[in-house]
Nanobody, 121 residues
Framework: QVQLVESGGGLVQPGGSLRLFCAASGRGFTINAMAWYRQVPGKQRELVAA???????NYADSVKGRFTISSDNAKNTVYLQMNGLKAEDTAVYYC???????????????WGQGTQVTVSS
């Protein structure tokens, strides 16, 4: 129904920047919100930033002022601009889309495959 493709991860030095990209494709859905999560081994996946359709963006306290989420509802894409990266930002980052599936009317959540971000000197 909804396929997500991510790109943009990699290795960067502390203080550097990366930009993550996610595109949603498929048919018969309307996006309700797009977001980025991250996960490190042994810990729960955590919300990094969210962009509800027609609503205000919100961020984890740990990334406020450094990360910016932006979405294009017409293109079903979402970016995460990450500046001032720190070692503790190292994680696998996942794109998440909440979408209403037209033929069921249900809200469902979809995940990207994840992209590794490593911040190290």
């Amino acid at each position: 129904q909804v396929q997500l493709v991510e790109s943009g991860g990699g290795l960067v030095q502390p203080g550097g920047s990366l930009r993550l990209f996610c595109a949603a494709s498929g048919r018969g859905f309307t996006i309700n919100a797009m977001a980025w999560y991250r996960q490190v081994p042994g810990k729960q996946r955590e919300l990094v930033a969210a962009s509800p359709t027609g609503g205000s963006t919100n961020y984890a306290d740990s990334v406020k002022g450094r990360f910016t989420i932006s979405s294009d509802n017409a293109k079903n894409t979402v970016y995460l601009q990450m500046n001032g990266l720190k070692a503790e930002d190292t994680a696998v980052y996942y794109c998440n889309v909440e979408a209403i599936i037209h033929y069921t009317g249900y809200l469902r959540s979809f995940w990207g495959q994840g992209t590794q971000v490593t911040v190290s000197s």
